[in-house]
């Protein structure tokens, strides 16, 4: 379970209505049980129920079992599509272990806006599904000119491009494997040549293809996190 509170021995955990509900009404649990917790900073601990009402409740948290476990420094930057498959985006890149999601608006971007609030719930959900420690974080809707024109110096960019055909990925790997990294993922209607052209002069650029039919970007960005992992990942 997910909780916005620091996590430590004898901590106190007070539930809100919809954890208690969803603690005693859809999982059944009691006074003494047992609930795991994650906030995100402090790794997971396992509580015990303390307190258990309809509308609220307590755990106490008794001792760590897992601690922190940081995802590599990946950014997975996308340009938000419709409501769902955006959702979607967000979720498989928190169960696929990126460390920030930024969604950006690019010439072509179908949404110009996006709910901060909703994704990262999505993000929270996905992280606890998967028994991770960390969630990531979802920044708010940027311009990507604006994100390019403070790119650090040593991050690294597998700016995926259907236009292209090889895979710089596997060299680039071993000439950056400690470096932080970030992927890119492009609106329905792809990057327009501007946009382009700035991508493939970036130092830090390496264009990768995700083989040979133009995915949707929903689908590209799953491809894309999993070659990663495979070139980079632990
Ligand atoms: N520009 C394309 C068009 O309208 O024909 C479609 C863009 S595609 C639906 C969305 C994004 O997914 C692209 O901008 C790119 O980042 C990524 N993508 C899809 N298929 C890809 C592939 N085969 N190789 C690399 N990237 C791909």
């Given at each position: 379970?997910?909780?916005?509170?620091?996590?430590?021995?004898?901590?106190?955990?007070?539930?809100?209505?919809?954890?208690?509900?969803?603690?005693?009404?859809?999982?059944?649990?009691?006074?003494?049980?047992?609930?795991a917790?994650f906030n995100g900073s402090d790794g997971e601990w396992?509580?015990?129920?303390?307190?258990?009402?309809?509308?609220?409740?307590?755990?106490?948290?008794?001792?760590q079992s897992k601690p922190l476990q940081m995802?590599?420094?990946?950014?997975?930057?996308?340009?938000?599509?419709?409501?769902?498959?955006?959702?979607?985006?967000?979720?498989?890149?928190?169960?696929?272990?990126?460390?920030?999601?930024?969604?950006?608006?690019?010439?072509?971007?179908?949404?110009?806006?996006?709910?901060?609030?909703?994704?990262?719930?999505?993000?929270?959900?996905?992280a606890?599904?998967?028994g991770g420690t960390y969630v990531?974080?979802?920044?708010?809707?940027?311009?990507?000119?604006?994100?390019?024109?403070?790119?650090?110096?040593?991050?690294?960019?597998?700016?995926?491009?259907?236009?292209?055909?090889?895979?710089?990925?596997?060299?680039?790997?071993?000439?950056?494997?400690?470096?932080?990294?970030?992927?890119?993922?492009?609106?329905?209607?792809?990057?327009?040549?501007?946009?382009?052209?700035?991508?493939?002069?970036?130092?830090?650029?390496?264009?990768?293809?995700?083989?040979?039919?133009?995915?949707?970007?929903?689908?590209?960005?799953?491809?894309?996190?999993?070659?990663?992992?495979?070139?980079?990942?632990?």
């Open positions: 379970l997910y909780v916005e509170h620091p996590l430590g021995a004898g901590q106190s955990i007070p539930l809100t209505k919809e954890q208690a509900h969803y603690l005693f009404g859809v999982m059944r649990q009691r006074l003494g049980g047992a609930v917790l396992q509580a015990e129920v303390t307190e258990a009402g309809k509308r609220g409740g307590t755990l106490t948290c008794r001792v995802p590599p420094d990946l950014w997975l930057i996308f340009a938000p599509i419709k409501k769902a498959r955006t959702d979607f985006i967000v979720e498989k890149a928190a169960e696929m272990g990126a460390a920030r999601i930024l969604p950006v608006g690019t010439e072509y971007t179908n949404s110009e806006r996006i709910r901060q609030d909703r994704l990262q719930a999505h993000a929270v959900e996905a606890e599904q998967c990531p974080q979802v920044a708010d809707l940027q311009k990507l000119s604006q994100l390019l024109d403070h790119w650090p110096a040593e991050r690294q960019l597998m700016f995926c491009d259907e236009a292209e055909v090889g895979n710089a990925l596997q060299l680039a790997a071993q000439d950056h494997k400690d470096a932080p990294w970030a992927i890119l993922i492009g609106p329905e209607g792809g990057f327009s040549e501007k946009e382009r052209k700035r991508l493939h002069a970036m130092a830090q650029s390496h264009v990768v293809s995700l083989g040979p039919r133009i995915l949707r970007a929903d689908t590209a960005a799953v491809a894309a996190m999993t070659l990663w992992q495979q070139a980079l990942g632990d």
